[in-house]
């Protein structure tokens, strides 16, 4: 059974910083793309970044500068490394599998990324 469960998320201050991870089973991480998403209450979800089978990544400009996708093959894990947290990166968190790393693909979200974790709650506030 394909499973992604993340965590890490929290209430943090602007400016503050959280690492997300993304725990897959059922699966091997190696061959496939990991796409970070966050959805706000009342807004779409948006595709945040994803990280490739070889480690090829892409963000959304919004955050780009501030986040760093990574994967750790050997624990079948991605992560999420967010700095410079802003009031506006608050969000439920997911992560989701996919078979390339691209914009187009976070653009179509659940028509790219088949399976999908939980979601992670981030809270940015003062």
């Known amino acids: 059974q394909v499973q992604l469960v993340e965590s890490g998320g929290g209430l943090v201050h602007p400016g503050g910083s959280l690492r997300l991870s993304c725990s897959a089973s059922?699966?091997?991480?190696?061959?496939?793309?990991i796409g970070w998403f966050r959805q706000a209450p009342g807004k779409e979800r948006e595709g945040v970044a994803c990280?490739?089978?070889?480690?090829?990544?892409y963000y959304l400009a919004s955050v780009k500068g501030r986040f760093t996708i990574s994967r750790d093959n050997a624990k079948n894990a991605a992560y999420l490394q967010m700095d410079s947290l802003e009031p506006e990166d608050t969000a439920v968190y997911y992560c989701a599998r996919s078979t390339y790393c691209s914009g187009y693909g976070l653009s179509r979200g659940k028509g790219d990324y088949h399976y999908w974790g939980q979601g992670t709650q981030v809270t940015v506030a003062s």
């Open positions: 059922g699966f091997t991480l190696d061959p496939y793309t």
């Open positions: 990280i490739g089978k070889s480690d090829d990544t």
